[in-house]
């Protein structure tokens, strides 16, 4: 199971830090990334990290802003987002993929998603 935190409101510009904890060892995971959905919007990749050597992947409309990591021990990843815009409003997911089978792209055959973490960007 995967438990997120770290959503609320912030302004336009502002700065959060999303966590996604798993109930168990990540150790032997693929990947695990980070999705969301906004009002009206279909779900979308945000940021991916592979695992065995730590690749990771940003969307176009986050990259330079947001920041993928992970710390293993703590069976942890998390995103920092900075400069937020009110377009990055939506409910953020993470999803864990053990096999290498997920889509980074449309999150099928992910293994794991967690329950969704709000991320409001207003003033």
């Not at 992947?57 to 937020?84: C, H, W």
């Not at 939506?90 to 099928?108: F, P, T």
């Amino acid at each position: 199971q995967l438990q997120a935190s770290g959503g609320g409101l912030v302004q336009p510009g502002g700065s959060l830090r999303l966590s996604c904890v798993a109930s168990g060892s990540t150790l032997g995971y693929h990947s695990r990334c980070w999705f969301r959905q906004g009002p009206g919007k279909e779900r979308e990749v945000v940021s991916c990290i592979r695992n065995s050597d730590g690749h990771t992947y940003y969307a176009e409309p986050v990259k330079g802003r947001f920041s993928i990591s992970r710390d293993n021990a703590k069976n942890t990843i998390y995103l920092q987002m900075n400069s937020l815009k009110p377009e990055d409003t939506a409910v953020y997911y993470c999803a864990s993929d053990r096999l290498g089978v997920g889509n980074w792209i449309s999150g099928s055959d992910f293994d794991s998603w967690g329950q969704g973490t709000l991320v409001t960007v207003s003033s």
